[in-house]
């Protein structure tokens, strides 16, 4: 038997899928920020126990075929602000480019760039005194604390002037010493004539890289310690994956939200949804996205936290709310992050050091967990460090007692994320919301009520459905050339070099010549945007874009691992469901009521129960209110609808 496994890092937990054939096993490991190899191996070792019954990661990666990897790493990264101190250094007459850029996106340019910005001359670059110059910005940007430098000249020169550059720093700051800085050159990176884009693009790629770097190739030499037989395979925002070596940093950005919506396109072809909008609700953050008559959103021009870059990525919008996220209190209101206890020290109630209040100390507290079965029984939980951390920071501060305040936060939390959803999507009438993510379920019918859905739908699989949605990805590399030369030889000419690069990638990537696609088209950027010319076997250069001032020849090679299905599920009511227990929990005007506790792995196709009640599986809970039912599907999926 050979396995697939899907790896998806959080910020707070990391999940497995182990896929075989039509079968499919899940696990979750904490997350070790301070080394992400060492959850990724911990990883593999639960997932050798979960198929043979014993740790023996040795003989799971002798099984395994492909191994692919998705991260929340980039997404949590800016969303926190976490990363390097970076320097930009830009042509002298761009100086109203600083203020473009952050007139973006005030806050994370402060993060990123602040006053670290640098000016160079592209006169003098040829001249006697270039390297004095280009010395001078680089050693003022660093005694301001930059410890990496972007290099982005916004004029229509811009390419042939960072090479001039890069050549003076190569020179004066040699790679092999320990004290040269870092530089990315925007031209490197992109093609894209905006220049707040393609600036915009380096900063973000240049604040992600080294982390993502020094984990990504860590993990790969360890699996070459074990003789894995095929590359790690990194999981893209663009819905494909590559190697490490083949992966770009910002692409990373939401990947692990992307491989949700992969999962969430599959499931609503498996079920007839027309439109389903979806919360990924992880630890730091809760992801969201939309996918309508089948399609996820995607636009050619992608967004990072809401600021255009110059690579298409999917649309999708994180909200900083998550199961880790710290409750507060201002002006006598709750706050609910942006800032995460992350998995270390995490939630007040994992006995970890944590003193913050999170949602999941209030689930906690409203008595929807079992403190010794969470987890899947593999953390108790502290009921005493939750109710301390709730009444410090949020009952005490509101002036009303722990009952009361843990109610508001639910409430709150909810608000927040419905809040969200009406900002980033669109909701009609037959809007389903599929929940998913450590903590997607536990508070999807409360958000659903608040914006105005009907129906929710919970996957078996939604504790790792990111890292399942990432299972059937294609392994692809996309390449961008502007085309100045507006002729069918110098299209031709281009079209060779792309497909000359494609090869050499794709061989590296493991596949030969005629085992890939190669897909060509002309993309010209006009006022009324972008148009679009798909080129067929020839190089003829289109009569209607020959005027156009900006025209990109975009080139993608695509292995082909995807595999459709054409099946669609049931979800007619059998049985009424028999619950495993009764627990007590907060009831908004009730008080403590018993409430049911049904257990997934003890339900059958066909299964219903009404709500108030508690739906339970190894690694994730969801509160179903009054007013709610459920039925399980054939597939032993969760659907909920408003039954008023």
């Not at 790896?7 to 499919?24: H, K, R, Y």
């Not at 909200?319 to 992050?337: M, N, P």
């Not at 450590?438 to 009520?449: D, F, I, Q, R, S």
């Not at 961008?480 to 794709?506: P, S, Y």
Request: charged share 25%; proline share 4%.
């Amino acid at each position: 038997m050979t396995f697939q496994i899907n790896i998806d890092n959080g910020g707070t937990l990391t999940d497995v899928c182990i896929m075989s054939g039509g079968a499919a096993w899940k696990t979750k490991v904490l997350t070790t920020p301070y080394d992400l190899s060492k959850c990724f191996f911990e990883g593999l070792r639960k997932a050798s126990e979960v198929v043979y019954g014993a740790a023996d990661v040795k003989r799971l990666l002798e099984d395994v075929d492909l191994i692919r990897y998705s991260t929340t790493q980039g997404t949590n990264a800016i969303c926190e602000r976490k990363g390097p101190k970076l320097g930009l250094v830009i042509d002298a007459a761009a100086t109203d480019l600083p203020k473009a850029l952050r007139d973006h996106d005030p806050e994370v340019y402060d993060a990123l760039v602040g006053d670290r910005v640098g000016f160079i001359d592209p006169a003098v670059l040829n001249g006697a005194d270039a390297e004095v110059d280009v010395v001078k910005v680089i050693n003022q940007l660093t005694a301001k604390g930059a410890n990496r430098l972007v290099v982005c000249f916004a004029h229509d020169a811009f390419h042939a002037d960072e090479e001039q550059v890069k050549k003076i720093v190569l020179r004066k700051y040699p790679r092999h010493l320990l004290g040269a800085v870092p530089v990315l050159y925007a031209s490197d990176l992109t093609v894209d004539r905006d220049a707040d884009r393609r600036a915009w693009s380096a900063l973000i790629n240049s604040f992600l890289h080294p982390s993502m770097e020094a984990f990504l190739y860590n993990a790969e030499n360890r699996l070459r310690e074990y003789r894995a037989k095929n590359p790690l395979l990194i999981f893209r925002n663009d819905g494909d994956a590559s190697r490490v070596a083949k992966t770009v940093a910002i692409k990373t950005y939401s990947s692990g939200p992307r491989g949700g919506m992969e999962g969430v396109k599959s499931f609503s072809a498996l079920y007839g949804f027309r439109d389903a909008v979806s919360i990924d609700v992880g630890g730091t953050t809760t992801d969201i996205g939309q996918c309508t008559e089948g399609k996820v959103a995607e636009v050619r021009r992608g967004h990072v936290e809401g600021i255009s870059v110059s690579f298409p990525l999917c649309e999708i919008m994180s909200a900083g709310a998550g199961g880790s996220s710290i409750f507060g209190v201002k002006d006598d209101l709750i706050t609910i992050g942006p800032e995460s206890v992350g998995a270390l020290p995490g939630p007040a109630c994992f006995g970890r050091g944590g003193k913050e209040a999170t949602i999941t100390d209030a689930s906690l507290l409203a008595g929807l967990f079992d403190p010794k079965s969470y987890f899947g029984g593999g953390m108790e939980l502290d009921l005493a460090r939750a109710e301390a951390a709730v009444k410090a920071n949020v009952a005490e501060p509101l002036g009303m007692d722990v009952d009361a305040a843990v109610l508001a936060m639910s409430e709150a939390f909810e608000a927040k994320v419905a809040a969200e959803l009406h900002r980033c999507t669109r909701i009609v009438e037959d809007t389903v919301l599929l929940a998913f993510g450590g903590a997607g379920p536990l508070n999807a019918c409360g958000v659903a009520e608040k914006a105005g859905i009907r129906r929710v739908a919970i996957p078996a699989m939604a504790a790792v459905f990111s890292a399942y949605g990432i299972g059937s990805c294609d392994v692809s590399q996309r390449y961008a050339i502007g085309l100045d030369d507006h002729t069918d030889v110098a299209l031709g000419a281009a079209l060779a070099g792309l497909k000359d690069k494609a090869a050499r990638d794709m061989f590296a990537e493991g596949y030969g010549p005629g085992t890939y696609t190669l897909k060509a088209r002309l993309v010209a950027e006009t006022a009324q945007g972008d148009v679009v010319h798909d080129l067929g076997d020839g190089a003829t250069f289109p009569a209607a874009l020959a005027s156009s001032p900006t025209v990109e020849l975009e080139l993608t090679a695509v292995k082909s691992l995807r595999h459709t299905e054409h099946r669609h599920m049931g979800m007619g009511r059998g049985g009424a469901a028999k619950a495993a227990e009764t627990r007590l929990a907060l009831v908004v005007g009730e008080g403590r009521v018993a409430l049911p506790v049904y257990r997934l792995s003890t339900m059958a196709p066909g299964d219903y129960a009404q709500g108030p009640a508690i739906l339970e599986e190894d690694f994730f809970t969801a509160r179903v209110p009054k007013g709610w039912g459920f039925v399980v599907s054939e597939a032993g999926d969760i659907i909920l609808d408003r039954e008023d």
